[in-house]
């Protein structure tokens, strides 16, 4: 098991510096700035220069990736986590680097990507996909909706779960939804990922009064 960790953080460590190859290749052609984020209506709103959105970017995500995987390798409880949710904090950020970096270079390249519609699509498909496998998730320290009040007891921790699994589902097809309504984005997305953050937590605060 140690070791097939090992291989594990090497793999997706070198899949979040994949991107660096195309950056090698683009370089001579992007401008001196790079934007870096959009607001929520697509504008950009942050710059960097062309070295650090090439380079600096992808590094950024090897090193969380690191991070993320030492959390999930050393949780004494580490097996009580769905075995999928596992995964997907293995593999989500390898993946996310192989997507984001060449969005931003692209971007700065003048192609049409359509920002405003990527990123709420994106973001909403992750929460479809970890909505349906919290209820999966046994109590553990680094996977799940990590609260005072689940974290000790189990019974807390599942009634959660297996709400907060639809509420993060709902939550996730409406993001998607908006991103395609001629809605200020801000407006739309902000509210959903608010509830989705704050519902869960609230229910779970209502099951611990009452005893759970």
Known sequence: MEKNNKSVLILT??????????????????PDRVAIHWDAAG???????????????PLMMAVLNVIVNV?????????NAAPALRLFGYW?????????????????MGADI????????????????????????KQNYTVGIK????????????????????VWMVGGLLLMAVAFLDIQGI?????????IVLVPAIYSFSLYKRGV
């Open 71 to 79: 959390g999930l390798n050393h949780d004494p409880k580490r097996m």
């Open 187 to 195: 407006y739309a997305t902000l509210p959903i990922i608010v509830l």
């Open 13 to 30: 460590t070198l899949l979040c510096l994949l991107p660096i190859v195309l950056s090698v290749t683009l370089y001579d052609r992007l």
């Open 43 to 57: 504008n950009p709103d942050n710059y960097a220069t062309k070295a650090v959105a090439a380079f600096v970017l």
């Open 147 to 166: 609260l005072p009040w689940t974290l000790n007891s189990q019974d807390n921790w599942n009634r959660t779960h297996r709400f907060a699994g639809y």
């Open 92 to 108: 989500s950020i390898p993946v996310l680097s192989c997507i984001l970096t060449p969005v931003t270079l692209f971007k700065a």
């Open 114 to 137: 359509p920002i405003d519609t990527f990123v709420p699509v994106l973001v909403g498909l992750l929460f479809v996909i970890i909505g349906n496998y919290l209820p999966k998730s």
